[in-house]
């Protein structure tokens, strides 16, 4: 999958390294400039390590526990660096319930449901953010993606409903190619065990979402969660009055999409099968 991913460190761990090298360098009595002359690297250089602007590369660590006499603390320090963490906090609890859900009822308005994507498409949707990543941190964010797919096909996998606006395959995200193959990938997916899908036509004179994509699960002791998201945050929703609003808002749009075997029919003719 690309190139070999070269790690982002997380940025409060860079200003606790360079706290620590700013302890030691004062310890051990170099001014920022003196311990720049000696590493033949720029006073700015120093500066910018000990306000966690910029990481501290392994091959100055090793120099500078040398002439700081920190007996490999900073390299230490380096090696262990936690990586940026690519998927937000407001993401992770819903991630792991997403693992373990019994049941998962999916609306989506904009994009292909995470777990319908394909390679292609994922990274056409990662390609798409503004602003940009680079390419490394595509490649990760991915292959997180994909394996999340595995959910459907696990020994006993959820009971997992999606609802998608037919506008999404009208669209051409990633060029025809990746298209294509992401209509084929929702084709098989309708035949999974488990997974209905529906589609939600065009032309509509109502319709019950109009709020946008919210997603709805059943854990395993039975607990009903809804999750949404916005451009720049989330809400993980326990609220049973609030969930029951969302779960009514479900119904409806079941009830208003193409059923499953129509969505199949429609899948097929847009393949030309």
């Given at each position: ?166 506008a999404m395959l009208s669209d051409r995200l990633g060029g025809p190619n990746v298209h294509v193959e992401q209509v084929r990938h929702l084709r098989k997916c309708a035949d ?45 929703i326990a609220d049973l009055d609030e969930v029951a609003i969302l779960n009514q808002k479900y119904a409806m749009l079941r009830t208003h999409a193409r059923d499953p075997e ?12």
């Open positions: 999958m690309g190139s070999r991913r070269r790690p982002q460190k997380n940025a409060s761990a860079r200003k606790l390294v360079g706290a620590l090298l700013a302890l030691h360098r004062e310890a051990a009595g170099f001014t920022q400039r003196t311990l720049a002359d000696r590493v033949a690297a720029s006073e700015d250089h120093i500066a910018s390590i000990e306000q966690g602007r910029r990481a501290l590369k392994m091959d100055m660590a090793v120099l500078l526990d040398e002439i700081l006499s920190t007996r490999r603390t900073l390299e230490t320090a380096v090696d262990n660096m936690p990586e940026v963490d690519l998927v937000p906090r407001f993401a992770e609890e819903y991630l792991d319930r997403e693992r373990e859900a019994l049941s998962i009822s999916w609306y989506e308005a904009f994009v292909v449901p995470g777990l319908l994507q394909t390679e292609a498409y994922a990274r056409a949707v990662f390609r798409s953010r503004v602003p940009v990543y680079d390419e490394d941190s595509i490649e990760q964010l991915v292959a997180m993606r994909i394996e999340r797919r595995e959910i459907l096909h696990r020994k006993q996998p959820p009971m997992a409903n999606f609802v998608i606006w037919e999974l065990p488990g997974v209905s899908l529906q589609i939600l036509p065009l032309g509509r004179t109502t319709h019950a979402a109009l709020d946008g994509p919210f997603i709805l699960l059943e854990t395993p002791d039975h607990q009903r969660l809804a999750y949404t998201e916005t451009q720049r945050g989330s809400h993980l129509e969505t199949k029919g429609l899948l097929d003719r847009l393949l030309g099968e």
